[in-house]
């Protein structure tokens, strides 16, 4: 729209300057042409100075909130300018959306932190697609195709689900007067250090680990006695869609953080495509969502190598039918559409 109406100004004056002889309106509409050119040339200078990309390929970031990720830009010109950037984020199953974002730019190489709201929990790819850069009056844009991509986790915001206790339910040991405090208990992390070959996965720090491009693990002091056990069922017979799997993700994390807020642990097994069982244990909410990053991870395969159905397990066991069982009993069967509501009205007795 600018830039028509520069236009129209300047024929309009070049043409009132030729009929009446009026040199004044002659500059206006040679200014009017100079700017226009000028913006042009700009615009295509800016284009081959700028580049932007993300200064991390690994982020973790919260449902529903704001999180901020970072990213690289660099002017190698001497000219400020305006970048529009078109972002898609885009989930296994293929679940995407797409998002804007316009920055300033000036001469030099920076590091900003742009923000994004991630619709759904699990493994998330947020991809740079194309840049639109603007000259300093808007005038003239030039577009650029771009293929930058990050890897980021999505998790639930930490909730507890409310929970009561049959006697012994879901646990190895029914002596729950012996389970000592979650803030100094012996679950806690000792030291977190590199990767060494040789080294279990179960000790990996997966948070950390995905927040970087190292392998990080932690050595744990002697763990408490007494947890429950939760057996999830990744198996499914159909393809779930993004919203069903956010919904298994989020009773889950407020399934465990309402075991561990009742002063407990939790032994958390799952069975992978192959056959092999996988498991560790949690304590804290750190741990939580270092089990969230190793499911994740398994999400990502496809479906075809998933493990046959298991049978039923001792203790606690999580579908992603969102069915949620205890001994053998089925306790609840969560709607996807519904599950914050439900986890927040309903008590649960395991």
């Known amino acids: 729209m600018k830039k028509l109406l ?3 100004f300047s024929i309009s004056a070049w043409y009132l300057a030729a009929m009446y002889h009026l040199f004044s309106l002659l500059v206006w509409a040679l200014a009017g042409l100079i700017l226009l050119l000028s913006m042009l040339a700009v ?4 284009k081959r100075k700028i580049r932007i990309g993300f200064s991390a390929r690994k982020g973790v970031f919260y449902k529903g909130l704001r999180s901020e990720y970072p990213l690289e830009v660099k002017n190698s010109g001497l000219l400020p300018g305006r970048i529009r950037l078109r972002l898609g984020l885009s989930y296994p199953g293929g679940a995407e959306r797409k998002e804007e974002l316009s920055l300033l730019v000036c001469a030099g190489e920076e590091k900003r932190a742009a923000g994004l709201c991630a619709p759904w929990c699990g493994p998330l790819t947020v991809s740079l697609k194309r840049a639109r850069i603007f000259d300093f009056f808007s005038l003239f844009s030039m577009k650029t195709g771009m293929k ?3 890897e980021a986790a999505v998790l639930p915001v930490p909730k507890a689900m409310k929970l009561s206790f049959l006697p012994d339910s879901g646990t190895r040991s029914g002596e729950e007067d012996s389970v000592k405090d979650l803030g100094n208990g012996g679950g806690e992390i000792r030291q977190i ?5 040789g080294d279990s996965s179960r000790q990996i720090h997966w948070k950390l680990t995905a927040r970087t491009d190292a392998i990080w693990m932690k050595e744990r002091e002697e763990q408490r006695e007494g947890e429950n056990f939760l057996y999830l069922d990744l198996f499914s017979e159909k393809e779930r869609s993004r919203q069903e799997l956010d919904g298994f993700y989020e009773v889950l994390s407020a399934l465990v953080t309402g ?3 009742n002063r407990r642990s939790v032994h958390v097994m799952w069975e992978e495509g192959d056959g092999r069982r996988e498991g560790c244990d949690v304590e804290n909410v750190e741990e939580l969502e270092e089990l969230l990053l190793k499911l994740y991870l398994i ?3 496809p479906s075809s190598d998933r493990g046959r159905r298991p049978g039923k ?3 606690l066991r999580l579908s992603r039918d969102l069915v949620l069982s205890s001994e053998g009993r089925e306790v609840y069967r969560f709607s996807c ?6 986890l927040e009205r309903i008590e649960f007795i395991l």
Not at 193 to 197: D, F, G, L, M
């Open 6 to 8: 520069l236009v129209l």
């Open 148 to 150: 930058e991509m990050m």
């Open 259 to 261: 075991i561990i807020q």
């Open 337 to 342: 559409q519904k599950v914050a509501e439900e």
């Open 43 to 46: 615009s295509l200078y800016l």
């Open 299 to 301: 999400e990502g395969k």
């Open 313 to 315: 397990e001792r203790g």
């Open 193 to 197: 250090r590199e990767y060494v070959p």
